[in-house]
């Protein structure tokens, strides 16, 4: 492998240790710590890798950067959690030319399926439909307005839950009253629910956060604004994470969404076979569960991240 005598892409170079590339997004929320720690564990020196990390702070041309850097670097394989959808074709095909195989972890690519090996990751569509259909079940049939703290704009997380978030409320009751990028953490969701709460004020009865970061920052704004929430603001959110679970268990958010960050075994699993030669699956979903304040303070204390 890379940095060894005889390493190089290709398949191990001899010794045995696979290096891999892996292309994270950054570190802009609990989720995405827990996603890089389960992906530092499975991609150690023990388990037979050597781990080139890279996060770029949410840049998808600082992204696109780091997997050209790991092509120059002739790593086995990348491992890439795509910030974005669009925009990966040209060094997705340069790999490709390498003969380096790239493994998609979290989020999709809208290039060709013949450009990456395999993909592990999450239904983002069906999470977005299952925290709407809680909304439409419990406030589907009064006249409700909501407010919307999406996640990074052009990523398959943020795309793909609106999608199914909206087509869940659809015929409702329910209103969108406005709908702003959070990034995907605490303090723009603080931000941008300032900004709701000055311009909509007691208007708002319901927050749909893309993710549990983005509703913690929002809980700060609308404490400040003297409100309750979780009562006066009813609190949907995505992930799961500690915080959130914490969050849902106190009764200031209702209802969460999981999104399984732990997918470092099952990645390492793929990319050992793809660089082996062997047949993977073109994609592997990893299943997620939901939960409301009853169920989350059941399990807080055996969630592991
Ligand atoms: O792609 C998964 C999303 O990215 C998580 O829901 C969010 O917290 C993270 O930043």
């Known amino acids: 492998a890379t940095g060894c005598a005889g390493g190089g892409a290709g398949g191990g170079g001899g010794d045995g240790v696979i290096t891999v590339g892996f292309a994270q997004t950054g570190s802009e929320s609990g989720w995405r710590s827990a996603n890089t720690e389960s992906m530092k564990e499975a991609f150690s020196e023990a388990n037979g890798f050597n781990l080139i990390f890279n996060a770029a702070d949410n840049k998808p041309e600082a992204q696109i950067a780091a997997v050209r850097s790991f092509i120059n670097q002739g790593v086995d394989a990348i491992v890439l959690a795509p910030i974005v959808t669009d925009g990966w074709d040209d060094v997705l095909k340069e790999a490709k030319d390498a003969n ?42 009064t006249p409700t307005n909501m407010v919307v703290l999406e996640g990074t704009t052009g990523s398959s997380a943020a795309t793909d839950r609106a999608a199914g978030f909206d087509a869940a409320i659809e015929g409702t009751d329910i209103k969108v009253l406005d709908s702003q990028t959070g990034n995907f953490t605490r303090a723009d969701g603080k931000t941008v629910m300032e900004g709701f709460l000055q311009k909509y004020g007691s208007q708002i009865n319901l927050l749909f956060a893309h993710n549990d970061d983005m509703g913690l920052g929002a ?5 400040a604004a003297g409100m309750t929430p979780g009562t006066d603001i009813k609190i949907v959110t995505i992930d799961a994470v500690k915080d959130g679970m914490t969050a849902l268990s106190n009764g200031e958010f209702n209802y969460i969404v999981e999104c399984n960050p732990l997918l470092g075994e099952k990645t390492a699993e793929v990319v050992k076979k793809v660089v082996a030669g062997e047949s993977v699956d073109k994609s592997y979903i990893v299943e997620d569960q939901a939960f409301d304040q009853e169920q989350a303070k059941k399990v807080l204390d055996s969630r592991p991240y």
Do not use: H
């Open 100 to 141: 380096i195989p790239v493994i998609l972890e979290d989020r999709t690519v809208s290039a060709s399926e013949d450009l990456y090996a395999s993909w592990i990751g999450l239904d983002f569509k069906k999470e977005g439909e299952t925290a709407g259909k809680w909304v439409a079940d419990n406030f589907g049939s």
């Open 219 to 223: 809980l700060e704004a609308i404490k």
